[in-house]
């Protein structure tokens, strides 16, 4: 089926109404633990007050796909989806908690995260630097913890039929389940002896992110909507190129981003020698020595940086990765065409895909 050439945006109305529906979920769910943590100490109610704050003001993506393959494909009653789409907010809030202990950050966006919040809170109390640092990244894991099974929480308690229930903490759990394998390859890509092929890295990129951020929602939403195999298992599909081309823009916005827009610094990947697809290209080019000195003496200043940026332009790194995503952007529409999903779910979701890729943040 071709995808409509006249797009029709969904009625703002809508859009905001199951935003809005999200917002109250998460309100309630975080009224209700607040009250219970206050119980039982000061330390643990801030601790439920800056976990709140650190949800606030996202783009809420995960829960608008689960409501855009829900209502793509006939579903209709909003109020028992949306503790479903919430409980994915609270799993990417757990997991970039957890990214962020792992990658010893107190940033995001330029704001300081959870663990920056304890660490601060610690030098306040008196305790040293490297201290305050690991009780700020311990109070974040706890706080991922308290996330990740609030994401459980949500669905366990939804109005649903228990099967259904059931089915849906499967795709939760597997979506889980990838997003941890895809982190412990991330940390084993890192400063690991022999380098990472492009495959592994891609892989390392769809069980990372593409599977819990674009393909399990997706197929949640359908689930959620009685839609038969073949197309919970398109919309996967799709989910899954739409979420490897996202991924892709965003390395490229980590290295090559305007600062100002992303909020991200651009010197994070570059200063870590993370694997990224760029990386990978470039080491298979003639102008890798020069790169990988320029890595081996350190990247602490944007000058440092700007080199290097200059040199994986010249290697055609930068070009090679645009084409990659231009390549994913392909098959995710290649799919959406190819499939039999109602005309208007095929325009919601090609609308999703080109603002994953023409992002600029």
């Not at 009653?77 to 949306?82: G, N, Q």
Request: charged share 25%; net charge negative.
């Amino acid at each position: 089926m071709t995808i409509p050439m006249e797009r029709q945006a969904a009625p703002a109305s809508r859009s905001e109404e199951h935003h809005n529906r999200t917002e109250r979920v998460l309100e309630q769910y975080f009224d209700g633990a607040r009250r219970q943590a206050g119980a039982m100490g000061t330390a643990y109610g801030e601790l439920w007050d800056v976990l709140r704050r650190g949800t606030q003001g996202g783009k809420r993506l995960r829960p608008e796909l689960v409501f855009t393959a829900y209502s793509g494909l006939g579903g209709t009653d909003f109020v028992a989806v949306a503790p479903v789409a919430a409980a994915f907010e609270l799993l990417h809030t757990a997991l970039i908690l957890h990214d962020d202990v792992i990658d010893r950050d107190f940033k995001r966006r330029g704001v300081k995260n959870l663990a920056g919040e304890f660490r601060d809170r610690a030098a306040r109390q008196g305790f040293p630097a490297d201290q305050a640092e690991h009780r700020g990244q311990s109070a974040a894991i706890i706080a991922g913890d308290l996330a990740l099974t609030g994401a459980y929480r949500l669905i366990a308690g939804a109005e649903l039929a228990g099967e259904l229930r059931f089915r849906l903490l499967e795709e939760l759990d597997a979506a889980v389940f990838a997003s941890a394998g895809g982190e412990l390859l991330d940390m084993e890509f890192a400063g690991a002896p022999q380098l990472p092929t492009l495959p592994e890295v891609m892989t390392m990129s769809r069980l990372k992110t593409a599977a819990y951020s674009f393909e399990a929602p997706l197929r949640t939403g359908a689930i959620l909507a009685g839609a038969d195999l073949p197309a919970v298992e398109t919309v996967g599909t799709v989910g899954r190129f739409m979420g490897t081309a996202y991924q892709l823009v965003d390395d490229l916005l980590g290295t090559f981003g305007d600062e100002s827009l992303t909020g991200k610094t651009t010197m994070g990947d570059l200063a870590e020698a993370k694997s990224t697809p760029l990386m990978v290209y470039a080491r298979n080019t003639p102008e890798w020595p020069r790169i990988a000195a320029l890595l081996d003496q350190g990247i602490r200043t944007p000058g440092q940086a700007d080199e290097v940026r200059r040199w994986l332009e010249r290697c055609g790194a930068r070009a090679y990765v645009e084409d990659l995503t231009e390549c994913y952007t392909a098959r995710a529409r290649a799919a959406l065409e190819d499939s039999q999903l109602p005309p208007q779910l095929l325009i919601k979701l090609d609308g999703v895909l080109n603002r994953a890729v023409q992002r600029r943040r």
